[in-house]
C-alpha cells in the first residue's frame, strides 16, 4: 500500500500507526545537504515551542534511522489547496468554511509574530501548507524555513526564498523578510479562497498568469464576481455579497506592494471577525451540516513500530534534554 500523503521540496510525508494504534503523520526529510539538515532541526526547534489549535502539532522526531523523520499529530482531510484547485474534488467548501478558515490562518499567523516568546515568520504561508481536519479546521504546517527573530528586530535578511505566487514582491527586491511579508502571502490565500484559483497557472491570459494581478485587474474593473469560484457564486445570491465584497477589500489591503501599507497579523484577525459579524454571520463557526463535520477521507493503514522521541509543545526553550522523552516502543522502521 502506498502510504504517502504528500510530497514537497523538504521531503516526503507518510501516514502510519504506532503501535498504540496512534494515527500519525511522519515526514521523512530529504536531508542532500547541511542546509537540509539545518531545515530538519530548524522545524523541531520552532514547533517544539509552539501551541496553538491552528498550528500542527510535533509529537517527536525519530533519530534512530538513517534518514531523522518527523512525526507530527495526522491531519486527516489533508490540504487546503486540494478542495480549492482540485476540480474532480468530492467535497465543496462552503462560504463560511471558508471565511472560517480564514479566520483560522489569520489567527495562527498572529500567534506567530505576536504571541510566541521570540516572534516568529511562517515564510511560506500557502494553501498546500494549510491543512484541514476532521472538522475542516486549518492547521499551518511546515516550518522548515521559518526563522524566529528578537522581538524588537523588524526584518530578517536572507537568500530569497518561497513559492511564486506567493512570494512578497517587496522581500524579492530587497531580500528582507517582515512580518508583512507573511501578510502578503495569506493575502494571496484570501484570493484562492475567493476564487478557487490558483496561485500560479498558465490556463490563465498573459496578464493573468499570477492570481494576484489577475485579481487585482479584476477589482479595479468591477469584474470581481465574474472570478469567484462557483460554490462561492452559489452561496452569494443568498445574502453574503457584503461579507464578500469585505473580504475581497481585505485581500487588496494585504496585497499592497509596500509593505509598511499593509495591515499587520491582528489587524487581519479583527477585521476578519468583523466581517463574519456580517448579515448575522456570527454562527458562521458552527457547521452548516453533518456531513461537514462527518466527511473524513479514510484509509486503511498498517501499524508502524518505531522509537521516537516526543517534544513539550509548550515549551519555550530546546536547550534543555529534558524537553524531551523516550517512549517505549519498538524497534525502528524507514517509510
Same mark, same amino acid.
Given at each position: 500500500?502506498?502510504?504517502?500523503?504528500?510530497?514537497?521540496?523538504?521531503?516526503?510525508?507518510?501516514?502510519?500507526?504506532?503501535?498504540?494504534?496512534?494515527?500519525?503523520?511522519?515526514?521523512?526529510?530529504? +536531508?542532500?545537504? %547541511?542546509?537540509?539538515? *539545518?531545515? $530538519?532541526?530548524?522545524?523541531?526547534?520552532?514547533? !517544539?515551542?509552539?501551541? /496553538? &489549535?491552528?498550528?500542527?502539532?510535533?509529537?517527536?522526531?525519530?533519530?534512530?534511522?538513517?534518514v531523522?523523520?518527523?512525526?507530527?499529530?495526522?491531519?486527516?482531510?489533508?490540504?487546503?489547496?486540494?478542495?480549492?484547485?482540485?476540480?474532480?474534488?468530492?467535497?465543496?467548501?462552503?462560504?463560511?468554511?471558508?471565511?472560517? +478558515?480564514?479566520? %483560522?490562518?489569520?489567527? *495562527?499567523? $498572529?500567534?506567530?509574530?505576536?504571541?510566541?516568546? !521570540?516572534?516568529?515568520? /511562517? &515564510?511560506?504561508?500557502?494553501?498546500?501548507n494549510i491543512l484541514l481536519d476532521e472538522k475542516y479546521r486549518a492547521k499551518v504546517a511546515d516550518f522548515g524555513t521559518s526563522k524566529t527573530v528578537d522581538v524588537d528586530q523588524t526584518h530578517v535578511t536572507?537568500?530569497?526564498?518561497?513559492?511564486?505566487?506567493?512570494?512578497?514582491?517587496?522581500?524579492?527586491?530587497?531580500?528582507?523578510?517582515?512580518?508583512?511579508?507573511?501578510?502578503?502571502?495569506?493575502?494571496?490565500?484570501?484570493?484562492?479562497?475567493l476564487t478557487g484559483e490558483k496561485a500560479i497557472s498558465i490556463t490563465r491570459s498573459n496578464e493573468g498568469k499570477s492570481l494576484v494581478t489577475y485579481f487585482l485587474i479584476s477589482i479595479?474593473?468591477?469584474?470581481?464576481?465574474?472570478?469567484?469560484?462557483?460554490?462561492?457564486?452559489?452561496?452569494?445570491?443568498?445574502?453574503?455579497n457584503d461579507q464578500i465584497l469585505a473580504v475581497a477589500h481585505l485581500a487588496k489591503k494585504c496585497l499592497n506592494l509596500h509593505g509598511k501599507m499593509r495591515p499587520t497579523m491582528k489587524e487581519v484577525s479583527i477585521e476578519i471577525a468583523r466581517i463574519q459579524m456580517i448579515n448575522n454571520g456570527d454562527d458562521c463557526n458552527a457547521p452548516q451540516n453533518a456531513e461537514e463535520i462527518e466527511y473524513v477521507r479514510t484509509e486503511q493503514i498498517e501499524p508502524w513500530d518505531f522509537s521516537y522521541t516526543t517534544t513539550n509543545s509548550a515549551s519555550t526553550s530546546y536547550a534543555s534534554p529534558s524537553t524531551f522523552i523516550e517512549l517505549p516502543l519498538l524497534s525502528s522502521k524507514t517509510p
Open positions: 500500500m502506498d502510504r504517502i500523503i504528500g510530497q514537497g521540496g523538504h521531503g516526503t510525508v507518510y501516514k502510519g500507526m504506532l503501535t498504540d494504534g496512534k494515527i500519525v503523520a511522519i515526514k521523512k526529510s530529504k +536531508i542532500e545537504d %547541511e542546509g537540509k539538515i *539545518a531545515e $530538519f532541526i530548524n522545524e523541531v526547534v520552532i514547533l !517544539s515551542q509552539m501551541n /496553538h &489549535r491552528n498550528v500542527v502539532k510535533l509529537l517527536g522526531c525519530c533519530l534512530e534511522t538513517e531523522p523523520l518527523l512525526v507530527y499529530e495526522f491531519i486527516p482531510n489533508g490540504t487546503l489547496a486540494h478542495y480549492l484547485h482540485d476540480h474532480e474534488k468530492e467535497f465543496q467548501l462552503t462560504w463560511h468554511m471558508r471565511l472560517r +478558515i480564514a479566520s %483560522e490562518v489569520a489567527a *495562527a499567523l $498572529f500567534y506567530l509574530h505576536s504571541a510566541t516568546a !521570540s516572534p516568529v515568520y /511562517h &515564510r511560506d504561508i500557502k494553501s498546500t536572507t537568500l530569497i526564498y518561497g513559492t511564486f505566487g506567493y512570494l512578497d514582491p517587496e522581500y524579492f527586491q530587497t531580500s528582507q523578510f517582515t512580518a508583512k511579508s507573511d501578510v502578503y502571502s495569506f493575502g494571496v490565500v484570501l484570493v484562492e479562497l479595479e474593473n468591477n469584474n470581481l464576481f465574474e472570478i469567484l469560484d462557483s460554490q462561492v457564486i452559489k452561496e452569494s445570491q443568498n445574502h453574503n
